[in-house]
C-alpha cells in the first residue's frame, strides 16, 4: 500500500471513529431513554380514594332512606350532603379511572396501618386511626332498615345520629391521608373533606339538640 493510499485510510478510519463517537453523545436526544412512567396516584392516595368513595356512597343511601315528611331543616340538610358527596364521588372515581384502579379496594382502609408501618415517624400521628377491614363510623344493614321505616320525628333523629357517626368516621379517614400525604390534589381533597365535613358535625350536633336527641355512643 502506499503511502498516499495509507493517509486516505487512516483518514476514514478516524472519520468512522468520530461519527461513530459523535452517534453516541447524539443518541439521547433523537432517541431519549425510555423511563418508567410515575404512577398518577401512589398507594395511599388509590387507598383513599376507594374508601372514601365507598363511605361517601353509603351516606347517599341514608339520604335516599329518610322520609320525605321530615322537618325542612333536616331535609335541606341531608339534599346539601348529597350533592356535595356526588360531586366528591365524581372527582375520586375520575381520579381512579386515570391510575388505572378499581373503584373498590380489594382491602378496605389497609392504606392507613401500611403506610404507618412503612414510616415510622407518621405512626404516632395517626395511632388513634382505625385500621384494618373496619371503615369508621359505617351504619349496618339493621340500621340502615331502620331508618328506610321510620317516620316524623324518629326518622329526623335516627338519620341526624346515623350521618352524625358517619361523619365522624370520614373525619378520621380524611385526617389521617392529610397527614400521611406530602402534598398533590389527593390531600387537598382530604383536607377540603375535613373542614366542610367538621363544619357539617357542628350543623348536626345543633339539629340534634334541638329536635330532642343526642349522638350515638
Known amino acids: 500500500?502506499?503511502?498516499?493510499?495509507?493517509?486516505?485510510?487512516?483518514?476514514?478510519?478516524a472519520l468512522a471513529f468520530?461519527?461513530?463517537?459523535?452517534?453516541?453523545?447524539?443518541?439521547?436526544?433523537?432517541?431519549?431513554?425510555?423511563?418508567?412512567?410515575?404512577?398518577?396516584?401512589?398507594?395511599?392516595?388509590?387507598?383513599?380514594?376507594?374508601?372514601?368513595?365507598?363511605?361517601?356512597?353509603q351516606a347517599l343511601i341514608m339520604v335516599q332512606r329518610l322520609d320525605r315528611g321530615v322537618e325542612p331543616a333536616v331535609l335541606r340538610l341531608a339534599q346539601q350532603l348529597s350533592d356535595a358527596q356526588r360531586i366528591e364521588i365524581g372527582t375520586m372515581l375520575g381520579w381512579l379511572r386515570?391510575?388505572?384502579?378499581?373503584?373498590?379496594?380489594?382491602?378496605?382502609m389497609a392504606w392507613m396501618h401500611a403506610q404507618a408501618a412503612a414510616s415510622h415517624h407518621h405512626s404516632t400521628a395517626i395511632a388513634d386511626q382505625p385500621t384494618?377491614?373496619?371503615?369508621?363510623?359505617?351504619?349496618?344493614?339493621?340500621?340502615?332498615?331502620?331508618?328506610?321505616a321510620a317516620r316524623g320525628h324518629d326518622a329526623e333523629i335516627l338519620f341526624l345520629q346515623?350521618?352524625?357517626?358517619?361523619?365522624?368516621?370520614?373525619?378520621?379517614?380524611?385526617?389521617?391521608a392529610d397527614q400521611l400525604l406530602i402534598s398533590g390534589p389527593v390531600k387537598e381533597a382530604a383536607r377540603s373533606m375535613f373542614q366542610s365535613q367538621s363544619?357539617?358535625?357542628?350543623?348536626?350536633?345543633?339539629?340534634?339538640?334541638?329536635?330532642?336527641?343526642?349522638?350515638?355512643?
Open 162 to 176: 346515623l350521618m352524625f357517626r358517619h361523619h365522624q368516621g370520614g373525619l378520621a379517614m380524611a385526617r389521617a
Open 98 to 108: 386515570l391510575a388505572d384502579a378499581s373503584p373498590l379496594s380489594p382491602h378496605p
Open 1 to 13: 500500500m502506499t503511502v498516499s493510499r495509507w493517509i486516505r485510510a487512516a483518514a476514514f478510519a
Open 18 to 57: 468520530a461519527l461513530v463517537v459523535i452517534g453516541a453523545a447524539l443518541r439521547p436526544l433523537v432517541l431519549p431513554e425510555a423511563h418508567p412512567a410515575a404512577p398518577v396516584l401512589n398507594a395511599v392516595e388509590i387507598g383513599f380514594a376507594q374508601d372514601m368513595t365507598a363511605h361517601h356512597q
Open 132 to 148: 384494618g377491614d373496619a371503615m369508621p363510623g359505617m351504619a349496618s344493614t339493621a340500621e340502615l332498615d331502620v331508618l328506610a
Open 199 to 217: 363544619q357539617e358535625v357542628g350543623v348536626m350536633s345543633v339539629l340534634l339538640t334541638q329536635l330532642g336527641g343526642r349522638p350515638l355512643q
